[in-house]
């Protein structure tokens, strides 16, 4: 009987497992693969516009067939969705996503939260990875030599920029070619170049609503279109030339390069158009899973793309004057418009899945200290990895419509396009070959024949659209060097901010003869000074206590840390520690976020903290009291890891009082509790302040805390946690430093122009910290300072 009900329960758990991946891999039809199903609009063309064009034979018609067969099973087939799939972040997945599964297996990070200071917050929390020491030359090699590490950042920046410029180009190859060639009836190019832009524009007007909005639309879509390409690939293969099914041998590519030579490595880059949009197989990964994007692959792209190719190279063999609109002149006359309709919003949806995987890398990079700080919009309540940056949409609209204006043509479009496509594979090559070395610790040579065989198939296709750079290839360079110089600038000046911060720090010496008021008057209310060190007391604090006369009776400095994981559980969150004697009532609290956490406004954050603070004084007087009694805490003492929210008080010493109602009878409790200590004056401001502000006040959750009666608690920790209390009740303010950053006179013209202008002018023009903090306007206060770095 317990056998049976066993197997009844593993067959509910398998039929409920099937159906969850049906289900994402049907959804990642409209996400993922819009971009490589549309590319048979324009393969062909684009291969057959140089030199190419003079071989109208069956002989070259087959091989090159064939050479596009072998490019799909090789790169997207065998190297994405069986190898580098398998080399996600936790389940996220990209170009950063690989430098950040590097950088926790080895120090080849040079990024400000991974400095020596961090390594205990850089490290702390690594789910599901191995952190077996590899003492192997190579990898003492790569972290010894700095300028390697420098060179490995910039070669990551560089490949992540090329997926900006990857989102530049897809849209719009894809919206000129979804409507420039319908036989029959042309339109003129010049209303094709106006109805791509029409289309464009309002493509990136709706990005705001999020993909989760339109997955259930775009999907059905992008399946019609691959089930009609399908068939009709299959019906010209039958009527046509059958015979079309040998070129699926390797021999006709080697008979191509014979019979074209030179001319046949230049339509190179037009074949590589056939692979366009594998990238975003990986880039997306963090919207569903792989095994889902495998199935959906292995199931549906493949063949139906397969037989599409295969059936336009059956028609061009029979019909070489067709080459110029080999798809929509393959497709039978009564199918045409229902197919050329599809097509169209087959080119539209295909530019979602670039823009996602743009909008997924910046956040990567602005989470990692890469990128000027912009606003980040997430779409979707369940889903993290959906996410819009209103900054990144306008400006890709509008390098869209330049490019868009400026080429008007598919051909050199998609020289520009296959460029950026190619660098973006090399680069992943690279860094799943340090992968397979560091993270899955394989043997070096694995790595190496990894590396060089898809390297030399990339490096091959590469060189090809290389001489495509006067032709629209220095389009994405182009882009791709000015946001590397945005990012790498960026980086570099955040960087040298941090190390002077790193450098200047307070001693605890100083701290420690200003003694338990710190040499002012303390007055109620907890003080948040926001600082980006882990250890050490920041420059800003000295500063405030010089120019102001009065202190919060509570202090804590709050660092907010991207750690380079992908999610960090809440209860694990926040690392609490002391500063000082306990009697000081200064206290440390880093706030650790993964890269694609989702940092929102969190009007509890305040009582997180305040539960936190109480959970870390417990637990201190828990270990103290072991010898037998409950001493002074050192001057600087570890970070403890506080599992506690404010729906959980257990182990807090305190009693949560939920006024989420915020009824009458709990907004007077709440009011008197948060005036009792304050002046008559201050409470003449509250009240202002809560009637202007009364609509964002009563949205928030009041949450009133109170002292456990019936648990026994050291007195040292009563009055502690009773001073915390009555400072929480007294108001909270926030202190950040407004900084202004400059370089050192005795600097050379390049650290000059890089810290002075560039860097000044982005950080003018970005958001700023109290902003992208989520800091309550209303209690912030800000602390000039000038770094000369």
Not at 57 to 62: G, L, P, Q, S, V
Not at 151 to 179: H, K, R, W
Not at 244 to 249: G, K
Request: charged share 15%.
């Amino acid at each position: 009987m317990d056998e049976e009900v066993g197997a009844d329960a593993r067959q509910g758990q398998w039929k409920t497992y099937c159906k969850t991946l049906s289900l994402l891999a049907f959804q990642s039809f409209g996400v993922v693969y819009g971009d490589l199903s549309t590319s048979p609009l324009y393969v062909y063309r684009s291969a057959f516009s140089g030199r190419l064009d003079s071989y109208h034979d069956e002989a070259t018609i087959f091989g090159l067939f064939s050479l596009i067969f072998w490019t799909l099973t090789l790169i997207p087939l065998l190297k994405y969705v069986l190898i580098v799939l398998s080399a996600d972040d936790n389940g996220e997945g990209g170009t950063f996503a690989l430098y950040s599964l590097l950088c926790r297996h080895a120090k080849f990070s040079l990024l400000p939260n991974q400095q020596a200071a961090d390594e205990e917050v850089s490290t702390y929390y690594q789910p599901g990875a191995s952190r077996t020491a590899i003492a192997s030359p190579f990898k003492r090699f790569l972290e010894k030599h700095r300028k390697l590490r420098t060179c490995l950042l910039l070669f990551v920046l560089f490949g992540a920029c090329m997926v900006i410029g990857d989102g530049v180009l897809t849209p719009t190859i894809s919206a000129v070619s979804g409507l420039q060639n319908p036989v029959g009836g042309g339109i003129p190019d010049g209303w094709v170049v106006f109805i791509a832009c029409v289309v464009l524009v309002g493509l990136f007007s709706l990005q705001h609503r999020g993909t989760h909005r339109v997955a259930f639309m775009f999907a059905p879509i992008i399946v019609i279109w691959l089930l009609s390409i399908g068939a009709i690939g299959l019906y010209n293969i039958i009527h046509w030339n059958p015979r079309i099914c040998r070129a699926l041998s390797p021999h006709y590519v080697v008979r191509f390069f014979k019979i074209t030579g030179k001319d046949g490595w230049l339509s190179l880059g037009g074949v590589l158009l056939a692979v366009t949009g594998t990238e975003a197989m990986f880039a997306d990964l963090g919207h569903f899973n792989a095994a889902s994007i495998r199935v959906a692959f292995v199931g549906v792209i493949y063949p139906c793309l397969v037989l599409q190719y295969m059936g336009q190279a059956a028609f061009l063999s029979r019909n070489m004057a067709a080459v110029e609109d080999s798809f929509y002149r393959s497709v039978p006359r009564p199918l045409f418009w229902p197919v050329f309709a599809i097509a169209t919003l087959a080119a539209v949806v295909g530019s979602q899945s670039i823009i996602s995987a743009t909008f997924s890398i910046v956040k990567q990079c602005l989470s990692l200290g890469c990128f000027p700080r912009v606003k980040v919009v997430h779409t979707s309540r369940w889903i993290y990895g959906q996410i819009y940056i209103p900054e990144i949409n306008w400006i890709l609209m509008v390098l869209c419509l330049a490019v868009t204006l400026g080429f008007r043509d598919t051909t050199v479009i998609g020289n520009a396009y296959g460029l950026a496509c190619i660098t973006v594979m090399f680069v992943t090559t690279c860094l799943m070959a340090l992968v397979i070395v560091f993270v899955w610790q394989k043997n070096l040579l694995i790595a190496l024949s990894f590396l060089v065989f898809f390297g030399s198939i990339e490096a091959f296709y590469f060189s090809a659209s290389l001489v495509k750079i006067p032709q629209g290839g220095w389009a994405p360079i182009a882009m791709a060097l000015v946001f590397t110089f945005v990012m790498y600038v960026w980086h570099y000046g955040t960087r040298r901010k941090y190390m002077f911060d790193l450098q200047n720090k307070v001693s605890m010496k100083w701290i420690l003869n200003l003694g338990p008021s710190l040499g002012i008057m303390r007055v109620p209310g907890i003080g948040l000074i926001y600082t980006e060190l882990v250890t050490g007391v920041p420059a800003i604090f000295s500063h405030f206590v010089t120019n102001l006369p009065a202190f919060h009776q509570v202090l804590v400095f709050v660092c907010v840390k991207s750690v380079p994981v992908p999610y960090v559980p809440a209860d694990e969150r926040y690392l609490i520690g002391r500063i000082g004697p306990r009697e000081y009532r200064m206290y440390r609290c880093i706030v650790r976020y993964g890269y694609k956490d989702v940092q929102k406004d969190d009007d509890n954050f305040e009582n997180h903290l305040v539960m936190s603070i109480a959970k870390f004084v417990q637990m201190e007087a828990e270990e103290a009291a072991s010898p037998g009694s409950y001493e002074s805490s050192p001057a600087d003492g570890r970070m403890a890891v506080v599992h506690t929210t404010t729906d959980d008080a257990a182990g807090t010493g305190l009693v949560v009082r939920d006024n989420s109602g915020f009824d009458d009878a709990g907004a007077s409790l709440y009011s008197q509790l948060t005036r009792s200590s304050r002046s008559d004056t201050l409470r003449s401001l509250q009240s202002i302040y809560e009637q202007e502000a009364g609509g964002s006040l009563s949205r928030r959750r009041r949450v009133r805390f109170e002292i456990a009666e019936e648990e026994r608690i050291d007195p040292r920790v009563r009055d502690e946690l009773a001073d915390l209390l009555q400072a929480k009740e007294a108001g909270v303010a926030y202190i950040i430093g407004h900084s202004y950053v400059k370089a050192r006179k005795n600097s050379n013209f390049l650290k000059t122009f890089a810290i002075n202008y560039a860097y000044s002018f982005l950080r003018k023009n970005c958001r700023g910290p109290s902003v992208t903090l989520h800091i309550p306007h209303i209690s912030l206060i800000e602390v000039g300072m000038i770094y000369y770095v």
